[in-house]
């Protein structure tokens, strides 16, 4: 069957990006486009890189608008899904690229986002390690799902092996190199291209970052009790992509060996996480377009640390392509369905 | 059927972008992938964001290896193709990425690039006009292809129409910002990332370009007489596209109306050259990854000029898109298997 | 003596960068910095880069806040300089980095910017050709200057000596690969980082651009009588600098060498715009910073024309150089006090 | 007195970044510059921004060449000083951009690099805490200097007010974004701009980089008995700058002001080493062309860590800055002569 399919928030990065990928997705027809204040426009304005969908309208992003698909794909700034999923018929599968959905802990919740606490969803990192299995096996015949955030999951996959292979402590350290897109058409000056351009800038340091308690949440689900993250984005020149370096004190005794297989058995047989081989270091330029995670792996000796490397592109493995992933899984689709594993590289 | 294809050259950038195409291709399945002195290794290694093809290790370019498939992609050197095509069987669908079958003209060929003259091949710009039809005519059913100048394509068919339709003198001035991925893997100061970040670096100024022949020879089949083409190439910083301003005097009398009629006319239908709306231009982000062409067409009526501004990513539509998409051409197949109109933006 | 200064708009990119020349000129004291809404605000909030001011707090632009200072820059939108100027006393030394005081032409001023028309002031461009001598002339002793466009100072630098010495049709196309930062601290999704880093994105096409009638201007004080010149401005990834391709018919019967020593003879003896050796083109990153404009010329004997391409930083020898060296010039300092011909490459 | 100065390896990144600075004091004469494979070129073919000293040659780099200066400036591969300063008169002052006379333990220089060990020479960071004073008291009157590593000296001078206060442990994690120049002219793929731009591209991980060993033995200058440092460079699309992330457990019953304090303390008065104001961040473009390094610092109380972040421009204050203003030093000339603390922004 061809599931009908409605973009909300489409005049955005996060709502192009899942234009960009339904475009090759033989089983949803994209019938909807909405927006809030472009609402009229057509969508080749907005998004003139969409060319497949240049025929489509901008309409307002109501309930009613929404209702009537089979797929409902949100793009909204946080805080805007809960209203609107309570007005949608409950077996609407409703994939949400914010983050009203993500947090189980309603404290860190009101730390981190504050505003009216929504329930938690199925978190849209099928490979991610937790209880044992992984959080696909949530997300077969979800219908509600809850996309992650782009710095979160990348985090989380790089480290989450170290952790539930018990070879780590849980002090983790964080910092990551992104380009702007994951900040969305967010008109300040910090985003100007004036200001990116030639230029390193660090952002949400010290604590503050709202990634960190999806982070702790993760962490938590692959096994860890009470992880510390000390997580510093880092604003370089790339329009994508997100280059985290992860790290963590080696448990005593611990092999450089068994670092390896635990990294290589968690990940074994995902297409979209994928392990280098020793030695080899993951790209953002490799993953650009992609739906793929590359992570590599070493142990540094003399400092006595797990290094994790992982490249992710923010707005597909980061976002739109979880989304896509995550609703061919809910729906019983092949996984890797409008979704590639080879990037647009150089 | 399934077509064996075999790609030489694959550890650059050119043979990389034609397997990031196949493995999308149903109908082509890449058995064999060469270098020349990157033989033996693994292709993962020179090309890491290619996933799906990770199992594949470099052979030797010689004509034994490559003979023995349907479909042969040769992304070499200048000067190599000759004599590895002599030794393939005729019927072998060869898509030469070079120079070498390009040029019409043994004098042009001998001033800008000298060596051994090559014939001519079937030119792989299918949306081409010539002589009251398109090159795509020519490519059907063709055995042997060479595709196009990541630059003279784009100049040729932003400029093409007017042309054409006789609205235009033969007086053209092109000034193109590239990205230095049309150079290939070149271990000279100038590609380096020190030199290319943070500014704009003109080169083969004054008429030299090797891609002026090419554009001559195009707008003579669009119906040319004796075209004079003043081509300036600007290096910038980003790894992919070309954004080309194309400008020629208005003849006497032709309105506004006429440019955008000859210009709709020339591409009404095609998939992967679009004509902008008038006011819009085209940026290079819209089509990166994609084997679109995008155009945006105007009158300066003060200066006397039409001024055609044309966006491509010079290693697909420039290159490899044009290669595949010319193959499906040849072979049959539907035009656009494995290519998208959609680009990776932002 | 010393004089004192004033700067107003240094919460911006030119004000900012009138600053930062500032900071290196024994002659000038900036006492007071101004800006709108960021009045009251640490100037090293809005300039971190300007730790030599880093105890400046900004005040309200007004003309009794800028009164009292022996010169006046102002770094304001169009449109805001004549109201403050009209109540500072008439011996104060004015420098306008905005456009209101550049054309003299009413006619060309509604047409390309609207609104009331201000009287022009000596343009700050001392190199141009003007009526057998240079505009440095007209600057001596002024205190009213009008700094130049950068786009438009560019591009006339760039081909004035051939308009002077009579060699070329006055049918211009130039075409410029230039930085944001032209555009200022401007809040619109074009200006994104997101948007502009890996992607050529052309605006103003097609004869709309305010720079031509600068332009047109500039080529008139230099001999033209009724000059066409089309113009293309294509934003490109660096934050800084320009690459303008300007490019003319050849008269009949001019050779190279008359190309060569008219260019020459142009520009002999200025520290500021030099021209570079035949067969060598100008790159932004070697002007980085720095108020020199580096120009290459030759001819394209097959395209019958005169290339010319010039590189300047925009915020340098395209506003706030200009305004500083016109500055130097009007008080009788040396001319290249406070500015530097060295570039910030690689 | 003018002191004579000569510049070997200027045809080089980091020669050419001494000459830019020394173009601007008044107290030096660059007489000679030499090369290896690029002697008897024009300098300016090879540094086309050098604009001031367009009219020099490039000379052998041989002892006798350099002889005869007052101060000789040496921008060599590592390996190539120890036989040329052997030759020249022991009163000259020689300062070394290279590795050479870094390192005090001879097995880290067997480790790290291999080859002959040389002695180590004054190093060149004058505001590093050491031994209850600072490096500046032994650069005075020196006459053998070795300029730093620029990542060494960045992470070193971010976190060492930490090491010197006792407040944090000695398990340093440092993280930094880094422009290629730092590689000099290296003529690799890895270091091409199509590699480079748009991606962020992580080198020398897992304890390997040669910047390890002289950390460490900054920090133990600084107070540390037996540091452990996790060192992951990151190469961003910019040409220069370093921006470090560099984090430390905090010590227990340590208090965020005392953070403030010790870092405020060590840094108190001085010109090229300034701290921000808490909950501010640097940023690379904010010390572009410039000698300062800007740091900024927090606690992260949830991670219980202290962040510490620093930007420099690499070749500036990391390379030729450094250079400069320790030979200023040990001159004693006023240390910041030819030196800028105001970046090139935007």
Redesign the interface.
């Given at each position: 069957m061809t599931y009908t399919v409605a973009v909300a928030g489409a005049s955005g990065?996060a709502g192009?990006e899942v234009l960009?990928l339904l475009?090759?997705h033989p089983d949803f027809e994209v019938t909807t486009v909405t927006a809030s204040s472009n609402a009229g426009k057509p969508l080749a304005?907005l998004?003139?890189?969409?060319?497949?969908y240049a025929h489509l309208i901008l309409q307002e992003t109501t309930p009613a608008v929404l209702a009537g698909h089979d797929v409902v794909f949100l793009a909204l700034p946080h805080g805007a899904s809960g209203a609107i999923t309570a007005q949608l018929p409950d077996d609407v599968l409703v994939v949400d690229c914010g983050a009203d959905h993500r947090l189980t802990d309603e404290a860190a919740w009101a730390k981190f986002y504050g505003g009216e606490f929504n329930e938690p969803w199925a978190y849209g990192v099928p490979e991610l390690p937790a209880a044992g299995g992984k959080l696909r096996d949530r997300l077969i015949g979800a219908t509600k799902i809850a996309a992650p955030g782009c710095n979160a999951s990348s985090v989380s996959l790089a480290i989450a092996p170290g952790i539930t292979a018990g070879l780590i402590d849980e002090?983790i350290?964080a910092?990551l190199?992104v380009?702007?897109?994951g900040?969305g058409?967010?008109?300040?000056?910090q985003?100007?291209?004036?200001?990116?351009?030639?230029?390193?800038?660090?952002?949400g340091?010290?604590?503050g970052h709202r990634h960190?308690p999806e982070i702790i949440q993760n962490l938590k689900l692959a096994g860890a009790t009470d992880p510390?993250?000390?997580?510093?984005p880092?604003?370089?020149?790339?329009?994508?992509?997100i280059?985290a370096?992860v790290?963590a004190?080696l448990k005593a005794g611990v092999t450089t060996q068994q670092v390896r297989d635990a990294w290589e058995g968690a990940y074994a047989g995902e297409a979209f996480v994928?392990l280098?081989p020793e030695g080899?270091?993951?790209?953002?330029?490799?993953?650009?377009?992609?739906n793929?995670a590359?992570i590599?792996v070493?142990?540094?000796?003399?400092?006595?640390?797990v290094?994790a490397?992982i490249?992710v592109d923010n707005l597909v493995k980061g976002t739109a392509g979880a989304a896509v992933q995550s609703a061919n899984i809910a729906l019983g689709l092949p996984e890797g369905t409008a979704l590639?594993?080879?990037?647009?590289?150089?």
């Open positions: 990065y192009g960009r475009a090759g304005l998004q003139p890189h969409l060319r497949s002090d350290v910092v190199a380009g702007p897109s900040a058409k967010n008109l300040k000056v985003y100007l291209g004036s200001e990116l351009l030639g230029s390193a800038n660090p952002y340091v010290g604590g960190i510390k993250v000390s997580f510093t880092v604003l370089v020149p790339m329009a994508r992509g280059l370096t790290t004190p994928q280098l080899t270091w993951p790209r953002t330029a490799d993953v650009l377009g992609a793929t590359l590599g070493t142990v540094d000796e003399a400092a006595n640390r290094v490397l490249a590639t594993t080879n990037g647009v590289a150089p």
